[in-house]
């Protein structure tokens, strides 16, 4: 059977799987309870959290499944000039067929229409693919976190020019 996939913007009837998508994916890097992106308020209202002018959301479709996601916001507590890269997360289906990629140049560009000069991301290490993702993308580790994400569980840090 043929799949399609569909790189679209979030809408609000996506939220349910979209918050699926981020429990399962961060619970299977035993990323879970409290300073980790999955007890984030937002996880259950990630259409309304980022349908704002300075902020974009996407979603990697199957059909009416949703198998992958992630979006940019301003970071909370930083430089106006700095996004950040948020809810980057799929299902292992939809990895190793270039969606990462093509996630990631897109939220870049819409970063650089936005105005960003700076987009930031956390992460944690065991997440192996995603870090050389990252890398790839120009992305330089830091030393320590940055903003107020409230993410205390995280322990690597990157930043990139736009």
Do not use: W
């Not at 999955?38 to 059909?63: C, K, L, Q, W």
């Not at 997440?127 to 320590?144: D, I, S, T, W």
């Amino acid at each position: 059977m043929y799949s399609q996939f569909v790189l679209r913007p979030i809408r609000k009837e996506d939220n349910p799987q979209v918050a699926q998508v981020i429990r399962d994916v961060m619970t299977s890097y035993q990323c879970i309870g409290d300073g980790f992106s999955i007890s984030d308020p937002e996880v259950d209202r990630m259409y309304e959290a980022y349908n704002h002018a300075s902020s974009v959301f996407y979603i990697i479709t199957d059909g009416d499944k949703v198998l992958g996601c992630g979006g940019i916001a301003p970071l909370e507590g930083g430089a106006a000039d700095t996004c950040e890269l948020k809810k980057m997360y799929f299902y292992p289906e939809l990895r190793a067929k270039g969606y990462g990629r093509q996630l990631m140049e897109t939220l870049l560009d819409d970063a650089k229409k936005l105005g960003y000069k700076k987009c930031y991301l956390e992460t944690v290490d065991r997440m192996q693919r995603a870090n050389q993702l990252y890398k790839k993308y120009g992305f330089e580790k830091l030393p320590a976190q940055q903003g107020h994400t409230g993410h205390s569980g995280c322990d690597t840090f990157y930043i990139r020019s736009l």
